[in-house]
């Protein structure tokens, strides 16, 4: 694996480097997207408007429906939350971003078994299910995959359950493998989301962007006062922001992620797999067809509205009851809020408190404990036990689909893992700990 830190302008090399053939200019065959935005619920507007703009942008570009796979819940267009129904933006005043979308796979078919699936092209597993369609690419076409939402250490999320970091390196292996694409470019979207391609090979032409480093928050941006939600995340816009200016029959890979990891100020944007794909045009995976769509226009770093009000994801749904609170317009309105607010906070830290006892539990020692909790940021190494014990606390103690904020803490059980104890004995602490029926709706 090998990772170029943006700021750094530095290749750190893991292992044995495999000997890397230069990157196909090669423009037979045809491009394939898969578009998915994990998430559910309003206050996740963000995800499913990134997904739809990187859809228009895609559309736009002559890439035809037919090509694209999308994956969305389909809840935030006609929510009774919605000021403008029917529509999605993913900047203030921006254009709608939501006509047009195919709804491929929706509501409860938005799952990481139907997502690998669709990777793999198994029409007979997705018979009868949403509109069934798979990646139908082959050796000489190129696949472009985004995903946006909450993510974790070795986790991206879906609305009711995640997906691994290793089934999802499996698949592509598996892609590979079957000869499925010529080359494969992955933009992903999630806090922690470098720890999805720590195990990605440099030498199967599959390119990968990550919008923070492995212990990193990702950033919502453009907090909409209308619509009392952030409405796109900062990495998913700069590169489509990026996107909807440049030339992309023109602009390589690599001069887009120089730009947007150097405009991705809020988190460490990575390069990840074959790096010398990088030297491909942007629309060789978006799209050839050249097209101006409505931007805000060049980039200016003394005032970013982006960046300016950008929030770290974990902390936007606080950010969005204290604003609502500031913009009550009456001392009853700002009670309500206010009581949204503290309750919140309490709720958050009853997840905190309950996984302290669970490793107080396992460890039987309070120093061990201390040093458990602490997010040292270790490298998932015993992925069993790591998936064990995290399907045991989303199982028995908080649906993490449904309490986000949860991910937070799973830091702790990587810590266990790998200083050696078991999923068994956390599994055993979690029923002995969590004795009321698993908890949703802490976010």
């Given at each position: 694996?090998?990772?170029?830190?943006?700021?750094?302008v530095?290749?750190?090399?893991?292992?044995?480097?495999?000997?890397?053939m230069?990157?196909?200019?090669?423009?037979?065959?045809?491009?394939?997207?898969?578009?998915?935005?994990?998430?559910?619920t309003?206050?996740?507007?963000?995800?499913?408007?990134?997904?739809?703009?990187?859809?228009?942008?895609?559309?736009?570009?002559?890439?035809?429906?037919?090509?694209?796979?999308?994956?969305?819940?389909?809840?935030?267009?006609?929510?009774?939350?919605?000021?403008?129904?029917?529509?999605?933006?993913?900047?203030?005043?921006?254009?709608?971003?939501?006509?047009?979308?195919?709804?491929?796979?929706?509501?409860?078919?938005?799952?990481?078994?139907?997502?690998?699936?669709?990777?793999?092209?198994?029409?007979?597993?997705?018979?009868?299910?949403?509109?069934?369609?798979?990646?139908?690419?082959?050796?000489?076409?190129?696949?472009?995959?985004?995903?946006?939402?909450?993510?974790?250490?070795?986790?991206?999320?879906?609305?009711?359950?995640?997906?691994?970091?290793?089934?999802?390196?499996?698949?592509?292996l598996?892609?590979?493998?079957?000869?499925?694409?010529?080359?494969?470019?992955?933009?992903?979207?999630?806090?922690?989301?470098?720890?999805?391609?720590?195990?990605?090979?440099?030498?199967?032409?599959?390119?990968?962007?990550?919008?923070?480093?492995?212990?990193?928050?990702?950033?919502?941006?453009?907090?909409?006062?209308?619509?009392?939600?952030f409405?796109?995340?900062?990495?998913?816009?700069?590169?489509?922001?990026?996107?909807?200016?440049?030339?992309?029959?023109?602009?390589?890979?690599?001069?887009?992620?120089?730009?947007?990891?150097?405009?991705?100020?809020?988190?460490?944007?990575?390069?990840?797999g074959?790096?010398?794909?990088?030297?491909?045009?942007?629309?060789?995976?978006?799209?050839?067809?050249?097209?101006?769509?409505?931007?805000?226009?060049?980039?200016?770093?003394?005032?970013?509205?982006?960046?300016?009000?950008?929030?770290?994801?974990?902390?936007?749904p606080?950010?969005?009851?204290q604003?609502?609170?500031?913009?009550?317009?009456?001392?009853?309105?700002?009670?309500?809020?206010?009581?949204?607010?503290?309750?919140?906070?309490?709720?958050?830290?009853?997840?905190?408190?309950?996984?302290r006892?669970?490793?107080?539990?396992?460890?039987?020692?309070?120093?061990?404990?201390?040093?458990?909790?602490?997010?040292?940021?270790?490298?998932?190494?015993k992925?069993?036990?790591?998936?064990?014990?995290?399907?045991?606390?989303?199982?028995i103690?908080?649906?993490l689909?449904?309490?986000?904020?949860?991910?937070?803490?799973?830091?702790?059980?990587?810590?266990?893992?790998?200083?050696?104890?078991?999923?068994?004995?956390?599994?055993?602490?979690?029923?002995?700990?969590?004795?009321?029926?698993?908890?949703?709706?802490?976010?």
């Open positions: 694996m090998r990772v170029l830190v943006a700021l750094m530095v290749v750190v090399s893991v292992g044995v480097q495999a000997l890397v230069p990157a196909s200019t090669d423009d037979s065959g045809d491009l394939w997207a898969v578009l998915v935005a994990g998430s559910k309003y206050m996740n507007y963000r995800h499913q408007a990134d997904v739809c703009h990187a859809y228009q942008i895609l559309h736009s570009h002559g890439v035809p429906d037919d090509h694209i796979i999308v994956m969305m819940f389909d809840d935030i267009a006609n929510s009774p939350e919605n000021p403008t129904p029917g529509k999605i933006i993913n900047r203030p005043d921006g254009p709608d971003v939501y006509q047009g979308v195919p709804k491929d796979y929706t509501g409860t078919d938005v799952t990481p078994e139907n997502f690998l699936k669709v990777l793999a092209g198994d029409t007979e597993g997705l018979k009868g299910v949403g509109s069934g369609k798979v990646l139908g690419s082959g050796p000489n076409d190129r696949v472009f995959i985004n995903l946006v939402d909450h993510g974790a250490p070795g986790i991206f999320g879906f609305p009711t359950t995640f997906l691994y970091e290793n089934d999802f390196t499996n698949a592509i598996g892609m590979s493998r079957n000869k499925q694409f010529k080359e494969m470019t992955i933009y992903l979207e999630a806090c922690e989301s470098g720890s999805m391609f720590k195990n990605l090979p440099d030498d199967i032409n599959v390119y990968a962007l990550s919008a923070a480093n492995s212990t990193q928050s990702s950033y919502a941006c453009y907090f909409d006062s209308a619509r009392r939600t409405l796109g995340d900062v990495f998913s816009i700069k590169w489509m922001e990026d996107t909807d200016r440049e030339d992309v029959t023109k602009e390589s890979l690599l001069k887009q992620y120089s730009i947007v990891a150097k405009e991705t100020t809020t988190s460490q944007v990575l390069q990840f074959q790096l010398s794909i990088d030297t491909q045009r942007v629309g060789q995976f978006v799209g050839d067809d050249q097209t101006t769509l409505d931007t805000f226009g060049p980039f200016n770093p003394l005032n970013d509205p982006c960046l300016n009000s950008s929030m770290a994801s974990p902390d936007v606080l950010a969005t009851l604003m609502n609170h500031n913009n009550a317009v009456a001392d009853l309105g700002a009670d309500f809020w206010q009581t949204q607010v503290d309750m919140l906070q309490e709720s958050r830290g009853f997840v905190k408190d309950k996984m006892e669970i490793v107080a539990a396992v460890t039987g020692d309070s120093s061990l404990t201390n040093q458990m909790m602490t997010n040292n940021h270790h490298q998932i190494h992925n069993k036990c790591y998936q064990a014990a995290t399907n045991s606390f989303h199982d103690c908080f649906d689909s449904e309490n986000t904020y949860a991910m937070r803490v799973l830091y702790a059980i990587v810590n266990l893992c790998e200083h050696g104890y078991t999923a068994d004995e956390f599994t055993t602490a979690a029923r002995a700990v969590c004795d009321f029926d698993p908890i949703t709706g802490i976010i």
